[in-house]
């Protein structure tokens, strides 16, 4: 709050008395009576003027305490604002990182597989917010997904764990190694040269992984792939076998109409020999004499 100054207050106070009693003491001639009655009149009229000054000087300060007093309210409510906004996508980050959270499984080296694996999916996250180039955030926004796909897959099928070792070991840190080793260069000003080459090689070592990641998930699902197989040929073999499949009801057609033409009772024509003397039979010679 700010401070009142008390000598305004008494310089107006004085003011109002000195004019008081110049006024009455010129208009009575300067007579001592006039003084007098100025000096009273003055001290009455000074005391009024310092009061209203003083009145006034407290309302100005109110007003202005009001004032401060609002802006801090008003600065207050704002940062309350900001701070309910920051809470609000915390919260809304962490509830999406819970959802996309790979559940563990009991397995020891499954769970080993995808907690060392969410750890890299974050590291992955971190280098493609710091790198900033637009092919390789492409590249590695793929390859975050192709590993969650791996890791997700172990979370479903702890067995198929020892199936990623190397992958884990070896193909995932070489990678992240590189991406570390590009950011760096950028970040500590490497000449163009030396960045361009560096880029390129980064590039196509991250098209490398990516062709191993497919490869990886290819693998985790072969079995799949088996069982499938193994089911649609059975399921073919029951429709044929149930007459539901239409190749095999156009061959069973065509061989049942063959059949009806072996053994129907539809007359057959025997047409007459000719003779060794090629002699027309009589029929035949009666038919084309009667023409």
Known sequence: MSKKNPNSNKKSG??????TLLILSSLSGFSFGGIIAGVLLG??????????????????????????????????????????RQLAAEAEEKKKADANRIPLTGDKIADAVITTGQDMLNTIKKENAAIPDQELTEQMNNLYVKCEQIFRTVSETPSKAPQVRKFMNYYLPTTLKMLANYRTMQ????SYGEMKEARETTVHGMNLI????????????RENMLDISTDIEVLEQMLKRDGFMENEIVESARTAAEAQM?????????????????EIPSGIQAGIQQE
């Open 43 to 84: 001290l009455g009229i000074g005391k009024i003027t310092s009061i209203m000054g003083s009145g006034l000087d407290t309302t100005t300060h109110n007003r202005r305490d009001r004032e401060r007093q609002a802006r801090e309210e008003a600065a207050a409510r704002q940062q309350a604002e900001i701070r309910s």
């Open 14 to 19: 004085g003011a109002g008395f000195i004019i």
């Open 262 to 278: 072996r053994y129907s009772s539809a007359p057959v024509m025997n047409f007459p020999v000719e003779s060794d003397d090629h």
């Open 210 to 221: 990516l062709t191993a990641c497919q490869k990886q998930i290819d693998n985790l699902h």
């Open 187 to 190: 970040q500590r000003g490497v």
